[in-house]
């Protein structure tokens, strides 16, 4: 009985390791894409200011479709 629950435990385990290590990859390859993002238009002389402003103005304007 108890080497099936340890059986069981190692496999659970390991579930939630992949799990985590996936989660873990998309995060950081997300944070590389605004990070490659935003470089490309700072070199354009586009300014986080005023990126973050357009989607902003992006967001509320997509509220307003939503909300009418």
């Keep these: 009985?108890?080497?099936?629950?340890?059986?069981?435990?190692?496999?659970?385990?390991?579930?939630?390791?992949?799990?985590?290590i996936k989660v873990l990859r998309a995060a950081i390859s997300t944070a590389l894409a605004i990070a490659l993002i935003v470089l490309i238009l700072l070199a354009l002389g586009i300014g986080p200011v005023q990126l973050w402003e357009e989607?902003?103005?992006?967001?509320?304007?997509?509220?307003?479709?939503?909300?009418?």
């Excluded at 009985?1 to 985590?20: C, S, Y």
């Excluded at 989607?55 to 009418?68: A, N, R």
Aim: aromatic share 12%; glycine share 2%; hydrophobic share 75%.
């Design 1 to 20: 009985m108890n080497l099936v629950l340890l059986l069981a435990a190692i496999a659970v385990a390991f579930l939630i390791f992949t799990l985590l």
């Design 55 to 68: 989607v902003t103005q992006l967001f509320q304007s997509l509220w307003k479709l939503v909300g009418k």
